[in-house]
């Protein structure tokens, strides 16, 4: 198994995007690429953190390939905005790829590369080594399951 790292914006989203794909094992909502030691959702929404939110994912590389995640990566949200996804606005909405080899580099390097032509203005995505994953407090996890069940039970 291996992992991957990518911030897009709300984390509950991204997700919801590459939680069911074949071959993504596990998937967890955190924060990366900060300076503050186990920082809370309050701390990373203050803006005082550096951290991004993201999604951390564990994949078996012989079923999806880290190229087929960037892939995905690139179509759930719009990599051209600076620290925002819609709505959300800050530098905890920024649009990073956490790499955690140097081959996952080279790759997310020449995956932005190909993908730049799909978009109309400049891609503003980081490629930057991954730093410790603070995993979110257990309501942020599958939170788009747990609201979808709640409307399915009222």
Known sequence: ???AAF??????????AFRSVPGVS????????GYMPDPTYGDVCAGATGHAET???EFDPERVSYDQLLDIFWDVHDPTQVNR???DVG??????????????EAAARASKERAQSRFPRPIATEIVPASEFYRAEEYHQR???KRRSLSFAR
Not at 7 to 16: D, I, L, M, P, S
Not at 93 to 104: G, M
Request: glycine fraction near 10%; charge should be negative.
């Open 55 to 57: 999604l951390e994912v």
């Open 91 to 104: 530098t905890q909405y920024r649009s990073a790829i956490f790499v955690h080899s140097p081959e996952q």
């Open 143 to 145: 939170y788009i399951d």
């Open 26 to 33: 596990a998937t967890q909502v955190g924060y990366t690429g």
């Open 85 to 87: 996804q819609g709505p």
């Open 7 to 16: 911030a897009a914006g709300c984390f509950w989203q991204v997700e919801e």
């Open 1 to 3: 198994m291996e992992k």
